[in-house]
């Protein structure tokens, strides 16, 4: 009897195992109101300031603050730290100012739906009304 | 000042800055902090209101419920509680998305004006950017602002106060600048703004925050602090870059008025000049994308130069620069090396002059130590640096350490020694060591 709960337990705990990374590794979404058309390439410079239009549509991109450590390692390659000092140093030489920061997916997907120009991300599917550039 | 006195100084500016950096607190998360911490007041508030519309239905069902009589309820099987729950449960979604949709549009695209700066202060044996002073002094408050005007319409503005020689407060507009821009072709912009040359002028400028080092190489100073090169410009201005598949290139073109020396300073002229002369520079930089650290680039102004005082010391300017830029998660690097080639006028002779420095830093978690040497050999017979308080030649070295006490603010301590060469009665020879201290902020 000992040896069956043992059994039970330990293939539970394999189940949890090969489980967890799949729960971990959460799907980021980055999308676009729905009249901007951008490569997954281009992401990188939308968000640092360095592409600012998409052919005649200023681009409106806007941080999530509950994706954004996802974003920032998936897309960007940098932590939260150099990513604000990279902006600081944007914003001084260029006067360009970094993205506004929404506080949820829901409010980042609302933005890019009525937002011009708009791109956001979330980790979750942003349903209707924006276009996915990447999902990562 | 005698080698002890100078160790002991030096040594106790260590401590003073070890001590600091113990008493530091721990570094914050980031500057994201204020603005999520706002998201989740809103979000509470947004729970709050949706707690109370549930607690509300939930007692409206109850009471419809014990309203209801028995016998009514089993012979009226057409609306059914749940289909009524149901209902309303559609209501609470739809309000639940009005009051999303309210909250989203408060943080829509009309959220103020954005307002970042920075500040230094610092103390030392003498003051970094006058060595006739010693002590505790105040370096800069710089306050900058780019609104967005419109799609294609932005404006950058820059006010700076700095103390200077005499204690005395200067209050400069060191940049206002409106600009069009031509989508991700670049921005045309008319105003006063930082000259682009070489690296240093536009990367850091008064953000010393920014900057690894205490202060900028002494000939890239500003014209009143010892600068020999106009660090700032009034007139027109196109810059932007291209990305292809090679790399990043940047670049930059402008016409400005053509400065003057006005008593033993350069002056930008931001009025206008009384001769209409010009002076015309560009720059090129090229980032690869194999090697996104690095930066390389060249540039060139040419311009001439009034000396107010004396028309016949006028000066055709020419000036070509090379620079280098490293600038990786450990090591930063930065050169730049500047070839004069300036004309008397009118027809004169011409003269040869150079000035360059080298800086190498490690980043080492929040420390880093950095080095940096500076030389400048300026041709005194050159009417351009003979009519300059600062166009004598020199050099520096220096050792310094940076302490980042967290993202916004930094110490740093810095010993170098500066000898002033090839001088004359109002600028003589000379040598002195530098024990130096500041706390940089940027906000």
Redesign the interface.
Known sequence: MKSRISLMAAAALLATASLAPTAQAGELYVFCNSGVTLQAADLRDVFMGEKQFAGTIKLQPADNGASQAAFLEKVLKMDAGKYSTTWTKKSFRDGVNPPPVKGTDSEAVEYAKRTPGGCSYSGSAPGGGVTVVAKL | MHAPKRLSFAFGLALAAAGMAQAAPAPS????ID??E???A??QKLIEQLGAEVHALQAQIAQQAAARPAAAAAAEPAPPAAADQSERLASVEHQVEQI??S??SA???D?GL?L?GFADVGVGNHNPLTPANKGAAVGSVDF?L?P?LG??T???VELNFEVGEDGGVGVDLERT?L?Y?F??TGTLWLGRFHTPYGYWN??F?H?MQ?ATSLRRPRFLAFEDQGGILPAHSTGVWF?G?Q?TGAG?LGYDLYVTNAQAIDGGVLDMRQAGNADGQVTVGGRLSFQPSSLDSLQVGVSALSGRIEDAIDPANDTRLNVFALHADWDS?ALEALAEVYFFRDEALPGGGSHSSTAGYLQLGYRAGRYTPYARYERTALDQADGYFAAQLSGASYHREALGLRYDID?KSALKLELAQTHNTDGTLARPDGSYGDALLQYAV?F
């Open positions: 998360a980031s500057q994201r603005s999520l706002q998201r989740l809103q979000s999303t949709a909250s989203n943080h829509g695209e959220r954005p970042h900058y780019a967005q799609e294609h932005r404006g950058l600048q600009g821009q989508g991700n536009t990367a400028h953000g920014i810059t870059n990305r990043k998660d993202l940027r």
